[in-house]
C-alpha cells in the first residue's frame, strides 16, 4: 500500500470542499472495498477523506410518502429498519444476500452503489484490463468469463457490477443526492448513476470530480410481492452469476431488474409490459441485444428460469 494523507470531514460540503483541495483524494466510509484496492495498489489515492463524521446516518421519512436513506447508513441498519422490511421488502431481501454480517456492519449504502467491479482481470495487474488502465485492453474478452457480463458490455469490457443492494434500489426507481466541491447539490435519478463501458470502461458512473453521494431516496411504497433471487456458485459470500429482484402485483403485472449480467443493475421497463406472458417473453426483451462469450452463454438460460422461478413464488399463497 502506497502512503497517504488522511483527514477527517465535519460536513458533507466540508468533505467535497476539502476534496478538490488534494489532487488524488478520495472519500471513505466504511472501507471495505476501497482498502482492498489499496493494498492491491489498484486504487492508489494520495489522500482519504473520512465521512463517518458528516451526519449522513440516518432514515427518514419524505414528504411524499417515500424514505431518505443517508449515504452512511450501515446495510445491516438498512435491512432490519423496519419500514425497508414492510415497505420495500426486496432492498432488505437484496441486501441480506449481499455479504457476510460483519461485511454489512460496515458497508455504507453510498459505497455500496459506487463498489467496483470484482472481474479477476480487473484485480489483477498482470492482465490486461481497460477499467483499471484506460487503453491496455480487456484480457477477459478472451479469457475465463463465466462470471462475466453478457449485456451492456462492448469490445472494451465485459465486466460486471458486484452490488445486490443496487439492483434492489433501480427495481425501486430511487433517487441520489449529491454534494459538489462549490456547494450546490443534485438529484441523479439512479438509473443515470451508473455509465456503461463504451470506450471509456474506466469512467463508471456519472459523478463529476470530487462529488459526494450524501443520500438515496426511496418513491412511496409499491405494494405487491417483493422477491429477491440470486443464484451464485456457493451458497454464501458469493457475487451474483444472475440475481432477480422483483415486484409482482397481484394481477401479474410488476417490475424486474437483473443483476450479475451487466456493468449496471439492468433494468427495460419496456420489457415489464411482457410478464404475463411468462418468463420466456420477458427474458427475451429484457436481454434483447445480448452479446455472451463462450463462457457465460449460459446464463441467457439462467436468467429465463431465475424469472420463471420468482413469478412462481409471486404466485404461491403468501
Not at 437484496?94 to 459506487?114: D, H, I, K, Y
Not at 462549490?182 to 462529488?211: F, Q
Amino acid at each position: 500500500m502506497k502512503p497517504f494523507t488522511y483527514l477527517r470531514a465535519k460536513s458533507p460540503a466540508d468533505a467535497a470542499a476539502l476534496a478538490a483541495q488534494v489532487n488524488g483524494s478520495r472519500f471513505i466510509a466504511g472501507g471495505t472495498n476501497l482498502l482492498d484496492l489499496m493494498k492491491l495498489e489498484i486504487e492508489t489515492p494520495t489522500h482519504l477523506i473520512d465521512v463517518n463524521g458528516a451526519g449522513l446516518n440516518r432514515i427518514e421519512p419524505t414528504d411524499d410518502g417515500g424514505l431518505r436513506i443517508g449515504a452512511l447508513v450501515r446495510n445491516t441498519d438498512l435491512a432490519a429498519d423496519s419500514r425497508v422490511r414492510k415497505d420495500y421488502a426486496v432492498l432488505a431481501r437484496a441486501l441480506l444476500a449481499g455479504a457476510s454480517g460483519q461485511l454489512r456492519n460496515m458497508a455504507s449504502t453510498a459505497g455500496n452503489l459506487l463498489q467496483r467491479t470484482r472481474c479477476p482481470y480487473f484485480y489483477d495487474p498482470n492482465q490486461a484490463c481497460n477499467k483499471r488502465q484506460p487503453g491496455s485492453g480487456c484480457a477477459a474478452i478472451d479469457g475465463v468469463s463465466r462470471q462475466l457480463g453478457i449485456i451492456g458490455v462492448s469490445s472494451a469490457c465485459i465486466a460486471t457490477h458486484p452490488s445486490d443492494m443496487t439492483v434492489a434500489m433501480r427495481l425501486l426507481d430511487a433517487q441520489v443526492e449529491t454534494v459538489k466541491p462549490d456547494g450546490s447539490t443534485r438529484v441523479i435519478p439512479i438509473a443515470d448513476l451508473h455509465r456503461l463501458p463504451g470506450t471509456t470502461p474506466n469512467i463508471e458512473t456519472s459523478l463529476t470530480a470530487h462529488e459526494l453521494i450524501t443520500a438515496v431516496t426511496l418513491p412511496a411504497p409499491l405494494g405487491g410481492t417483493h422477491l429477491y433471487q440470486k443464484v451464485r456458485d456457493r451458497a454464501s459470500y458469493a457475487f451474483a452469476l444472475v440475481s432477480v429482484a422483483a415486484v409482482i402485483q397481484k394481477d401479474g403485472s410488476g417490475r424486474v431488474a437483473l443483476g450479475g449480467v451487466a456493468p449496471k443493475p439492468w433494468r427495460v421497463e419496456a420489457a415489464e409490459g411482457r410478464m404475463a406472458q411468462g418468463a420466456k417473453a420477458l427474458t427475451e426483451q429484457l436481454l434483447a441485444g445480448a452479446t455472451p462469450t463462450h463462457d457465460n452463454a449460459f446464463k441467457l438460460t439462467l436468467v429465463e428460469r431465475t424469472l420463471a422461478s420468482v413469478m412462481a413464488q409471486a404466485r404461491e399463497p403468501a
